[in-house]
T-cell receptor, first 119, second 113 residues
Framework: AQKITQTQPGMFVQEKEAVTLDCTYDTSDPSYGLFWYKQPSSGEMIFLIYQGSYDQQNATEGRYSLNFQKARKSANLVISASQLGDSAMYFCAMTGPNAGGTSYGKLTFGQGTILTVHP | DAGVIQSPRHEVTEMGQEVTLRCKPISGHDYLFWYRQTMMRGLELLIYFNNNVPIDDSGMPEDRFSAKMPNASFSTLKIQPSEPRDSAVYFC???????????FGDGTRLSIL
C-alpha cells in the first residue's frame, strides 16, 4: 500500500522568503508519480507540480520546485519568493503504476501542511 | 478551456434525504474520480471510472453510496439515505490517460442536518 506523510501541520514564512514543505512517501511500486496540490481557503484544489519516479531531473514550475530524493523517498516542495497569496493548505500526493496498472490514477494524499505567509 | 464542473456548490439537507452530486469532466478526459474531504480522514478516493466504466469502488463507504457515469461528459454520486456523518466536501476530478495529472472541480460542500 502507498502512504504519504507530511510531518509539518503548519509552517510560517516571511513574504519574499523561500520555504520548504516536507513530504515523504512509501511504496513498493517501482513506477509512481508524485504531486503537490494547493488548497486555498476558498476550497478548490489547484495542481502545482508533478514528478515521475523515473524523471532524472527535479520538476520545476515557476516559483515551485520539487526536491526529489528517491533513495530517501522524499518529495519536498520548495516555494521561492513567497507571496501573500501562497497562504493555503498544501497537499502532497502520489499515484501508483502507469496506465494499465490496477492502482493507476488512485491519488493517495498526505494530511496537508498549512502555510501562512507573513507580510 | 472549461475545467471540471461540479454542482451544486453547496447542499444542505436533512438526514434521510437523497442527495445527488453532479460532475462534468474536462472534455476528452477518460478518467473520472470522486473524492471526499473531511477533517478527520482528510482526502480519500471513493471511486474512479475509466471510459465510463467503474474501475475501483473500494473507497465507497457503504451501500448508501452509489456512483454512475452514463456518458463521457457526466457523472453522479448519490447518497441514499443521507446521514450527518456524510457531511464533507466532495470533489470530482478528471484526467487524460498518459498525462496522469488530475484536475479537480471546485467541490460540493455537503451538510446533512
Amino acid at each position: 500500500a502507498q502512504k504519504i506523510t507530511q510531518t509539518q501541520p503548519g509552517m510560517f514564512v516571511q513574504e519574499k522568503e523561500a520555504v520548504t514543505l516536507d513530504c515523504t512517501y512509501d511504496t513498493s511500486d517501482p513506477s509512481y508519480g508524485l504531486f503537490w496540490y494547493k488548497q486555498p481557503s476558498s476550497g478548490e484544489m489547484i495542481f502545482l507540480i508533478y514528478q515521475g519516479s523515473y524523471d532524472q531531473q527535479n520538476a520545476t514550475e515557476g516559483r515551485y520546485s520539487l526536491n526529489f530524493q528517491k533513495a530517501r523517498k522524499s518529495a519536498n516542495l520548495v516555494i521561492s519568493a513567497s507571496q501573500l497569496g501562497d497562504s493555503a493548505m498544501y497537499f502532497c500526493a502520489m499515484t501508483g503504476p502507469n496506465a494499465g496498472g490496477t492502482s493507476y490514477g488512485k491519488l493517495t494524499f498526505g494530511q496537508g501542511t498549512i502555510l501562512t505567509v507573513h507580510p | 478551456d472549461a475545467g471540471v464542473i461540479q454542482s451544486p456548490r453547496h447542499e444542505v439537507t436533512e438526514m434521510g434525504q437523497e442527495v445527488t452530486l453532479r460532475c462534468k469532466p474536462i472534455s476528452g478526459h477518460d478518467y473520472l474520480f470522486w473524492y471526499r474531504q473531511t477533517m478527520m480522514r482528510g482526502l480519500e478516493l471513493l471511486i474512479y471510472f475509466n471510459n465510463n466504466v467503474p474501475i475501483d469502488d473500494s473507497g465507497m463507504p457503504e451501500d448508501r453510496f452509489s456512483a454512475k457515469m452514463p456518458n463521457a461528459s457526466f457523472s453522479t454520486l448519490k447518497i441514499q439515505p443521507s446521514e450527518p456523518r456524510d457531511s464533507a466536501v466532495y470533489f470530482c476530478a478528471s484526467s487524460l490517460a498518459g498525462l496522469v495529472t488530475q484536475h479537480f472541480g471546485d467541490g460540493t460542500r455537503l451538510s446533512i442536518l
